[in-house]
């Protein structure tokens, strides 16, 4: 059983950063093809993909929502993934969650939810504007 433990989240001021962190409890990037990813759930709305990396060469998607603003990264020595949130805006008051797939039968596309089988507890992250 994968353990995944979010922080870092926090009130901040619009135009403000952030830096989350993800430590998972197993090496999932060990293995090259794996994804991990973080998402988002705003109050009253559905989770949302905001970014994910690939553990072989740090290949990284990006929602248009947050391109430019969020940079995802991995530290596959510590088993971290980490979330660089810059200029924040009120829109990204939410939940931000970590997601890890299965270590060995990761299938399908990494944006969407049902690629991934672990999920933090979340972070609050809440922009004040």
């Known amino acids: 059983q994968v353990q995944l433990v979010e922080s870092g989240g926090g009130l901040v001021q619009a135009g403000g950063s952030l830096r989350l962190s993800c430590a998972a409890s197993?090496?999932?990037?060990?293995?090259?093809?794996?994804?991990m990813g973080w998402f988002r759930q705003p109050p009253g709305k559905e989770r949302e993909v905001v970014a994910a990396i690939r553990g072989s060469d740090s290949n990284t998607y990006y929602s248009d929502s947050v391109k430019g603003r969020f940079t995802i990264a991995r530290d596959k020595a510590k088993n971290t993934v980490t979330l660089q949130i810059d200029s924040l805006k009120a829109e990204d008051t939410a939940v931000y969650y970590c997601?890890?797939?299965?270590?060995?039968?990761?299938?399908?596309?990494?944006?969407?939810?049902?690629?991934?089988?672990?999920w933090g507890q979340g972070t609050q992250v809440t922009v004040s504007s």
């Open positions: 197993e090496r999932i990037l060990r293995r090259a093809s794996n994804f």
């Open positions: 997601a890890a797939p299965p270590f060995f039968s990761a299938v399908g596309n990494p944006t969407f939810a049902g690629y991934y089988s672990y």
